[in-house]
């Protein structure tokens, strides 16, 4: 559904539907995702922006993308906040050009050098994209040591590709992966996917894996994945430097409190922008009950 043009057209022109995107969204603008951050620093929740949109056609379009986050890294720092940025390979070019993506994403990870190194994170896009997107990762980490690279639990390769990573101190975001990928590719049952992700964060924060730039960011919305980290964060006395929570904007609010009352570093990636539907729709498929609500919407009841 994520790629269908009809369903696209449809979706976009409900009402219903915009009102739904709003609970995961807090507007299409950046200045909305900033206000949103504003609003969720005082409860000790940073964030992460991220604009959608992903596998632009022209390489004007990744030189605009450029351009709009080196303005958004200017907007984080005037307003005083603790926003990192993530960004998708493709929406800087990676599918037109894989050099001119780098040098896309260098003019951002300079720009964030600049700024008191901020954070920036690359998105993990299907499994096509994985080792172009280790490519990328690997020249920027070379320039700008805040670069941090998203990793996914249901592929089968991760276990190889975090040993290749701890050797260059990397940060690393463990998700348990958005896309539907095929069998070879990934783990088919969600209770492998769940403990290879398990495994693969107890791995990042073992103690031969601590080195300068490490950074664990455990991405998931899963209470009881979260709940048996924090177990082992505690048992091994993992310091608070090297881990932080992260969920998205509008998903498990009271988790999201929850860990930052209990003082646990948490931070929310904020998404806005106009391209929303495919971003939308995997969110959706992610609770099936939602795509059932929104096609009873669609086609009347
Ligand atoms: C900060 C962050 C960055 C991410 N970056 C990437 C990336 O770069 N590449 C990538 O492939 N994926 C990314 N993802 C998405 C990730 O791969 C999963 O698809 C998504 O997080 C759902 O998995 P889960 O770990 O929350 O666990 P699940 O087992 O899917 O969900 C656990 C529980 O959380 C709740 N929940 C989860 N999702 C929703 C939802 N959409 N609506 C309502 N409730 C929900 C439900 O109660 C569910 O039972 C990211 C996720 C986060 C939090």
Redesign the pocket.
């Known amino acids: 559904m994520s790629t269908s043009t009809f369903l696209r057209e449809q979706a976009t022109r409900r009402a219903f539907v915009r009102k739904s995107v709003s609970a995961?969204m807090p507007g299409e603008q950046v200045e909305d995702a900033l206000r949103a951050a504003a609003a969720l620093a005082p409860q000790g929740i940073n964030s992460?922006l991220t604009r959608l949109g992903e596998g632009v056609t022209r390489l004007d379009e990744a030189e605009r993308v450029t351009e709009h986050y080196l303005d958004v890294l200017d907007k984080v720092r005037a307003a005083g906040l603790d926003a990192q940025i993530?960004v998708k390979p493709t929406q800087l070019g990676l599918d037109l050009d894989p050099a001119q993506c780098q040098r896309n994403l260098d003019r951002i990870c300079e720009k964030a050098g600049t700024l008191g190194n901020v954070p920036v994170w690359i998105?993990?896009?299907n499994s096509p994209y994985v080792d172009p997107t280790l490519t990328l990762f690997r020249t920027a980490k070379e320039r700008y040591p805040g670069v941090g690279l998203?990793i996914?639990a249901y592929l089968y390769r991760t276990a190889k590709d975090i040993e290749s990573l701890i050797p260059l101190g990397a940060a690393v975001?463990m998700?348990?992966?958005?896309?539907l990928e095929p069998a070879d590719v990934a783990y088919p049952r969600?209770s492998d996917v769940?403990e290879n992700?398990y495994t693969m964060c107890c791995r990042l924060m073992a103690p031969d894996a601590q080195k300068a730039g490490t950074l664990l960011?455990i991405?998931?919305?899963?209470?009881a994945?979260a709940d048996r980290l924090i177990a082992y964060i505690d048992q091994h006395h993992v310091p608070p430097s090297a881990y932080e929570f992260?969920?998205?904007y509008g998903?498990?609010r009271g988790q999201q409190q929850r860990l930052a009352r209990a003082g646990r570093p948490i931070r929310v990636?904020i998404s806005y922008g106009e391209y929303w539907y495919p971003w939308y729709m995997?969110?959706?498929a992610?609770?099936p009950a939602?795509v059932a609500f929104v096609l009873k919407n669609l086609f009347g009841r």
């Open positions: 995961f992460i993530s998105d993990m896009e998203a996914q975001r998700v348990k992966g958005a896309y969600k769940d992700f960011h991405a998931t919305h899963d209470v994945l992260a969920m998205l998903i498990q990636l995997r969110r959706l992610e609770r939602n």
